[in-house]
Structures are given as structure tokens and as C-alpha cells.
């Protein structure tokens, strides 16, 4: 069978296999290419020649067992082939952290602009997973530093392994730390993609979901304890003219309710995605002490 003829297959038995898109790809045909390429270790290319290559009998085995195994448990590719992209940038991809996914990925490609003014020379990712945010930060603004923080030793050890990949152990570090707790540190662009999902929401997603670590997707208080902690916390740990990233997805127009007197800009992007938003250190300097928690309260403790 040719790899054209293979990925046509592959991608009709994912349509109609009841299947989840959106760790990575947004259509079974994405998927089946995406599985298929990695698996084989053939770049993202259209090269035609590749398409009309035969597949050996040993290599539609194996790419046989990896598409059962996403269709049978549901298992997202990035797991099964080990990696993903973010930013244009591949990562190592296990069940240690997250699979990358987030809009901020756009953000990081058009650096930031036009929301900095400066490059940032030292750049922090709360909640960073396997790193990519942090990662692709530092690939994107050469002359910066990068700390990276998760309360998970697993995902610090899969982001180690990342900033090794990248060749970059000597600009990016991890910490391992309870978002603020015992951290010291100024910096000029805080990027964080932080668990945000309600306990009533993670019920309702797709099986794919179950396969990604918990402390990842569920924070309390409807979603809201662990961006309000961030956001609470966050002034004391950025420069004047510093500037804060926040990912919070389908939570955001409960945060917005909730944070009623403050002026979140909520981002807008080109290739999809939302519920991202930034606050200039300037701004949350306005912000009464304290405003964060007493939202906090405000919001039922489920
Ligand atoms: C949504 S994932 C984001 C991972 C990565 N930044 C990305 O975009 O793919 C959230 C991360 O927050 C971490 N996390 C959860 N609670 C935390 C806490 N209290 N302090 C630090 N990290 C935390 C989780 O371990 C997880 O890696």
C-alpha cells in the first residue's frame, strides 16, 4: 500500500471512530498524517514523491498497532508517537504532562508584539508542564532567560529533557515550586497556561482527556483558584514595565464576571483558540491588594 493510499484509510477509520481532535490537530485527516509521518519519521513535508512511497509490510504493522491503540483506548497521538509541536518547535511528548496545545503558541511565533515594547530579558512560565511555552520563549528572543515552574517533579523531569533537546541548559531552568510559594524573582514577561478546568467540566470531556495527568487540567473554585492565585501574586514578581500571559480558556468569562473592576484584555488570535488574556504590570499595580482572593471567595468552592 502506498502512504497516500494509507493515510486516506487511516483517516476514514478515525472519522468514524468516534474520535476526539484537539490535542494538536483539529480533523481525523491531520491526525492521520500526523500519527503516520511520526511513526514513520518522515518530515511534515507534501512532497509528492513521499505520498507514493510503498509501505513495507513490517512498517504498516507497526503503524497498524499505534492506530488500533488510538482507536480502541482513545489514547491522544502525541502519547503514542512521543511527541508534539508547539510554535513550530517539536517537543518530547509523554504521559508526565500535558500535551501542547495552547493559542500562546501564536502569541510566542509573532513575539509578543505588539504587546511588548521591550525584549524580555527575563521570562517566567508558571505552570510549565514538558516546558513548551517556556521553551519555544527562549527559542524566540535569543538574548532572554527563561525560569520555569510546576509543582510536579514528573513534568520538571520532562522538561529537562526538553531544554536539553533545545540545546538550552544554559538560558532556561526549572523550579520546582507551588506557583509563588518561596520564589524569588523579577521578570519582564510572565507566561502561564495554568489548570483551569471545573470539576463539573472535566466530567463532560472526551475519553482523551482521562489520559493526561489531573493536577494539569482541575483547579477548585470552578476553575478559578489557581489563575486568581497567580494573577493574586503575581505584581511582586515583575518588572515595571513587566507583562503577564494568562491562558484560562472556557473559564474566562467566569473569571471576567468575577474580576468585574479589572481591565483584562482579552487576546485575540488567527488560527483559533481563545480565552487568553494580559495584564501590564501597571495595571495590576491599580488593582486593590487582595482583589484576586476576595474573588476567590466570591466564587462557590466546587
Ligand atoms: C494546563 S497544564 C500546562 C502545561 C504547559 N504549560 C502547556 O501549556 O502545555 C498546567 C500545569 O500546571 C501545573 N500545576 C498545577 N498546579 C500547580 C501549582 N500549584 N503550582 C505549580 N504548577 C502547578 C501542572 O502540573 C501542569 O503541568
Redesign the pocket.
Known amino acids: 500500500m502506498k502512504v497516500i493510499d494509507y493515510i486516506n484509510d487511516v483517516s476514514d477509520r478515525f472519522a468514524g471512530a468516534e474520535l476526539f481532535f484537539g490535542h494538536g490537530t483539529e480533523s481525523s485527516r491531520d491526525e492521520a498524517i500526523y500519527l503516520i509521518y511520526s511513526i514513520l519519521g518522515i518530515e511534515f513535508s507534501r512532497d509528492p514523491a513521499t505520498l507514493k512511497k510503498e509501505l513495507s509490510g513490517v512498517q504498516q504493522q507497526r503503524l497498524e498497532r499505534v492506530v488500533i491503540e488510538r482507536m480502541l483506548e482513545k489514547t491522544p497521538t502525541a502519547y503514542l508517537v512521543k511527541e508534539a509541536w508547539?510554535a513550530g518547535h517539536k517537543f518530547i511528548c509523554d504521559k508526565r504532562?500535558?500535551?501542547?496545545?495552547?493559542p500562546?503558541a501564536e502569541l510566542v511565533q509573532n513575539r509578543f508584539e505588539p504587546l511588548l515594547k521591550d525584549q524580555p530579558k527575563k521570562i517566567l512560565?508558571?505552570?510549565?508542564?514538558?516546558?513548551?511555552?517556556g521553551i519555544s520563549c527562549a527559542l524566540a528572543f535569543p538574548e532572554s532567560y527563561v525560569d520555569m515552574?510546576?509543582?510536579?517533579a514528573d513534568?520538571l523531569q520532562l522538561a529537562e529533557e526538553n531544554i536539553e533537546l533545545h540545546g538550552l541548559l544554559d538560558r532556561v531552568s526549572v523550579v520546582h515550586?507551588?506557583?509563588f510559594k518561596g520564589f524569588s524573582g523579577t521578570y519582564d514577561l510572565i507566561v502561564?497556561?495554568?489548570?483551569?478546568v471545573s470539576k463539573e467540566e472535566l466530567d463532560s470531556l472526551p475519553a482523551e482527556y482521562q489520559h493526561e495527568?489531573l493536577?494539569?487540567?482541575l483547579s477548585r473554585a470552578n476553575g478559578l483558584e489557581?489563575p486568581l492565585r497567580i494573577l493574586n501574586d503575581a505584581a511582586s514578581y515583575m518588572s515595571e514595565t513587566g507583562l503577564i500571559i494568562m491562558?484560562v480558556g472556557s473559564s474566562s468569562k467566569l473569571l471576567s464576571d468575577t474580576l468585574k473592576n479589572v481591565p483584562l484584555l482579552w487576546l485575540e488570535f488567527e488560527h483559533g483558540g481563545g480565552g487568553v488574556l494580559a495584564l501590564s504590570a501597571a495595571e495590576l499595580d491599580r488593582i486593590p491588594p487582595a482583589s484576586f482572593i476576595n474573588g476567590l471567595h466570591t466564587t462557590r468552592s466546587t
Open positions: 508547539f504532562a500535558l500535551i501542547p496545545r495552547s500562546i512560565d508558571m505552570c510549565c508542564g514538558g516546558g513548551c511555552i515552574v510546576d509543582i510536579s513534568c515550586s507551588d506557583l502561564t497556561n495554568p489548570p483551569y495527568p493536577t494539569g487540567l489557581i491562558e
